[in-house]
C-alpha cells in the first residue's frame, strides 16, 4: 500500500486547501485508509451496526481532519459535496 499523493487527496476530498491536503498527507495514510475514513464521516452509525471498530490510528486522524473541513464548510454557507472515495 502507497501513502497518499497530493493528486490522490485533491481527487478524494473535494475543495481541500492547501493545508488540510498537507496534513492528510502528513497522516501517512494510504488510499484505503482515506476511503474508510470517508466511510466513517458518511456512514458511521452502518459501520458501527456492522460491528466494526472505532476508526482508530491513521483513520482516526483523517477523520479529524475531514471533520474540521466539514465544520469549515457550513460556517461558510457552503454544502459539503460527497466526494468519491479514494481509490476509485
Request: proline residues 5%.
Amino acid at each position: 500500500m502507497t501513502r497518499l499523493s497530493r493528486d490522490d487527496v485533491v481527487k478524494a476530498v473535494d475543495r481541500a486547501d492547501d493545508v488540510t491536503i498537507a496534513q492528510i498527507i502528513g497522516t501517512g495514510a494510504t488510499a484505503e485508509e482515506l476511503a474508510e475514513a470517508q466511510a466513517w464521516l458518511a456512514n458511521d452509525e452502518p459501520m458501527i451496526n456492522d460491528l466494526r471498530p472505532l476508526a482508530q490510528g491513521r483513520v482516526r486522524e483523517l477523520v479529524d481532519i475531514l471533520s474540521e473541513l466539514e465544520e469549515e464548510e457550513e460556517e461558510d454557507g457552503v454544502e459539503p459535496r460527497s466526494a468519491p472515495a479514494a481509490g476509485n
